[in-house]
């Protein structure tokens, strides 16, 4: 049966206000929380940057059952793979067995500012490769010494290990990453526009990569941007903090000031077009059902901003989950 998940984003909101987030996603019947994982922001004159892997553990000192995910972090350069291990480790034992691991290959807006190159997608990817492989082994218990191209570890053990197996995901918009998602990990996070081009893209490589190794059917989790709004002029103020998402050179860029000023100088009917706008349950059903019937997506996030997030949290609880999970 499909879960579904909030996606609670640090680029908008402080982490005090994810954690009630958090709170009233589990009391509205939502399945997990999704924690985006970033130092930087997408603009830099509405948003917020919080640490999430405090965040996520003060989420669950509050909550009772929910599950949680980071919606990903990098183990790439701000962190050794080692302790992304340690701190999913940690978080497990935390809420009692209920975390997944998200990761990715990264922006430069995340890794830039802190003085690392950010090299191409090729090495991201052998990096990730290594990665998977040393998270993997120091999660499942092992004392590891590796010696790689890019890490290496010496006799490297959590001694304060996760309650069980920690799933971990990648982040795959293509089939290279899907691939290595399948031969690596236990499934993906796909971010859907398309569900057919995401199909073909991302899940089909991503099974049959599985396939061919032998392991067992991965996961996916599936997000998908909307905006809950009115009309366009609400909608724009609910995007404020992310409308440099959108904007030319988002993996290269390293000041959110720059993609601030890169989004204001595009139309602004071009940026909101870029994203689903909802007003009503039936048109928010009609925006993520298609991740369920048509994707399978094993775990489906609402992936969504609005002038009254709480609200917005209550409604899709009542009249969303529901009528999806029917």
Not at 70 to 92: C, M, N
Not at 282 to 287: G, L, M, V
């Amino acid at each position: 049966m499909t879960k579904f998940a909030y996606f609670g984003g640090h680029e908008q909101w402080h982490p005090e206000d994810l954690v009630e987030q958090a709170v009233l996603a589990e009391r509205a019947g939502f399945d997990m929380v999704v924690v985006s994982e970033h130092f930087h922001p997408w603009v830099d004159d509405v948003s917020a940057s919080g640490f999430a892997f405090s965040t996520i553990g003060a989420m669950t000192a509050v909550t009772d059952h929910i599950e949680f995910a980071t919606g990903v972090t990098t183990p790439l350069f701000r962190y050794h793979p080692g302790v992304v291990a340690q701190a999913a480790a940690t978080l497990d034992r935390l809420c009692e067995g209920r975390f997944t691991l998200g990761v990715g290959t990264g922006e430069n807006i995340n890794e830039g500012p802190l003085g690392y190159d950010f090299p191409d997608y090729a090495e991201r990817n052998a990096r990730m490769t290594e990665s998977l492989e040393i998270m993997r082994r120091l999660l499942d218990g092992e004392k590891l010494t590796y010696e790689g191209d890019f890490y290496r570890t010496d006799r490297a053990k959590l001694y304060s290990p996760p309650l069980g197996p920690v799933p971990i995901l990648m982040a795959a918009g293509g089939p290279k990453s899907a691939t290595l998602a399948g031969e690596k990990a236990q499934g993906v996070i796909t971010s859907v526009k398309d569900p057919a081009e995401t199909m073909e893209r991302v899940v089909e490589p991503l099974r049959s990569a599985a396939s061919d190794a032998g392991r067992p059917d991965p996961t996916v989790l599936a997000t998908r941007w909307s905006l809950y709004a009115a009309d366009e002029d609400e909608a724009w103020r609910a995007l404020y903090s992310w409308r440099g998402l959108r904007a030319p050179g988002r993996l290269e860029a390293v000041d959110p000031m720059t993609l601030r000023q890169r989004a204001d100088e595009m139309p602004r009917e071009e940026v909101l077009g870029r994203y689903s706008l909802v007003n009503t349950p039936e048109e928010i059903i009609e925006i993520y059902q298609p991740l369920v019937g048509e994707l399978g997506a094993d775990i489906v996030t609402f992936q969504m901003a609005s002038l009254d997030q709480p609200a917005l949290i209550e409604l899709i609880g009542s009249e969303v989950l529901p009528r999806l999970r029917g």
